[in-house]
């Protein structure tokens, strides 16, 4: 805790992947040097086309993927494989349809092999924090999208997480829900102070939600870093909406998204 | 306003309705059980009538084999003929599980599981191992053990083909899900790839139960005849068809028996399943 430095740290992180095609093999470069910092407590929001790298960045620093180079340190300790110090959020919150709610927020500590009792009032706590005490019983298919979306949020909350990853966890919801689900992760990221990294392809989420919204190009490069000077407590998001600095960023990332854009994907192969 | 509509509705189904029912479809509102004791009457029904007028060599009737079944039930021949064959049955059933699920499981998680002994679970599923018994009576002689080792060979390939379908098929996010927590290739095994796969196996066990009662006829057939088996070939041999059909008939109770009990054990152990596809009807 004594740590001075980024708690996120990302160097020079590139990402080559390589694809069949009918006529051989094909070298796509996800990543090409990627490099930002995520203070304590930030909320930082990659954002950009699809295709741009932002969810491979996000999987690299979760361990599942292996970057070709570069390095991601967490706390100044380099991240070698997934670990505990970081909690994910899936895009489609992965619930094992088995189990009922209460049980799928008790998996990670299950596998990271915390008593029974104890983990089941620590999910309880979460179960709580997300506002799903009622429905601890049901199973995942019992459950709208947006509940099973806080299921996956309370269940990455249980292991104490430094970091908490969002691979755009409100993307496959509507448009109602997913409001509502934004204002919550603000009052949650307010009580909880966690680093967030939250990929979206949504501007107008990544403005609401973060300090800092990371700009990638289609070619796997970042574009710019964009502060956004909107105050915290950000407890009334339809104000925020009215408000110029909202509406300036929007519009700058919007338009940065575009020149950005101009040209195709295809050519950064 | 509303109290007409009240009165209309309760002396008829409104239009609405009517149209709901027959969306439906046919029999929507007959309980299945219904339908399946109807199907059964007409058949047996048809069978009676059309049966009687056959030479009794070439072929017989309900009322006939319920005749012939009941002098053997008095004997005492039809149980033990049926405890007969069970023993073997059940046994070889028993191993086929045991050795079919966890090979299954092998060949779907493990790339090298799945290269080196894939191969050997499809020929396994897809060739006749009638063909391998006179070798297997040479291996285990003409008594109980050469009949378990029959039905389990020829039972273990549909368990291990559907587990490793099953196993193939878990979602890659799920297992991702157990690398993001740190679970280790035992935990990733029994917390995830097992649970998904549970309605594959219970499919493989069903059909394992149709290759288990062929196993064992076949295998009466070829070694000593005994066992339910043992009775179909003697009376046909002595062309008595309706004592005949009585094994037959045992053996086809048998087999919806032993697979409605399989479903039972699925609903036990895999309860949400069931649960899902009601949801999504």
Known sequence: MTFAGPKVRVRDLTKEYYVSTGGGTQVVNALNGISFDIRAGEFVALTGRSGCGKTTSLRIVLGLDEQTSGTVEIDGREVNGCGYDRGMVFQHAELLPWRTAIENIEFGLELKGVRKDERRSIANKMLDLVGLKKSADRRPYQLSGGMKQRVGLARALTTDPEVLLMDEPFGALDAQIREEMQTELLSLHEKTKKTVMFVTHDIDEAVLLSDRVVIFTPHGTIHEIVDINIPRPRNDPIGIRGTEEFQNKRYHIWRMLKLTDQRPADLAM | ?281
């Open chain 2, 1 to 281: 306003m509303l109290d007409t509509t009240g009165t209309k509705q309760s002396a008829a189904p409104p239009p609405a309705a009517r149209a709901r029912a027959r969306r439906r479809g046919f029999g929507a509102s007959v309980p299945s059980s219904v339908i399946t004791i109807a199907s059964l009457v007409i058949m047996l029904a048809f069978w009676e009538i059309f049966g009687r007028e056959i030479n009794p060599i070439f072929a017989s009737y309900p009322s006939e084999i319920f005749k012939a079944g009941v002098t053997m039930v008095e004997d005492g021949e039809l149980f033990e003929a049926f405890i007969q064959s069970m023993k073997p049955l059940s046994l070889g059933y028993f191993i086929a599980a045991v050795v079919g699920i966890p090979l299954g499981l092998l060949t779907g998680r493990y790339r090298w599981a799945e290269a080196g002994l894939g191969m050997y679970v499809t020929a396994g599923y897809a060739m006749p191992l009638v063909a391998l018994i006179p070798l297997f009576i040479l291996w285990f002689g003409l008594g109980f053990a050469v009949k378990v080792a029959i039905v389990s060979v020829l039972a273990v390939f549909p368990i291990a083909i559907n587990t490793w379908a099953g196993a193939k098929s878990v979602p890659r996010t799920l297992i991702e899900l157990g690398k993001t927590y740190v679970g280790s290739d035992f935990q990733i095994m029994t917390k995830i790839i097992i649970p998904s796969t549970l309605p594959f196996i219970m499919v493989g066990l069903k059909l394992a139960v149709g290759r288990s009662i062929i196993a064992i006829v076949v295998a009466e057939f070829f070694t000593l005849l005994t066992g339910l088996g043992g009775i179909i070939l003697k009376a046909g041999d002595s062309f008595d068809t309706a004592r005949m059909f009585v094994p037959v008939v045992v053996l086809m109770a048998l087999g919806i028996g032993l697979t409605w009990l399989v479903g039972w054990l699925e609903h036990k152990v895999a309860p949400w399943q069931r649960d899902i596809a009601d949801s999504e009807r």
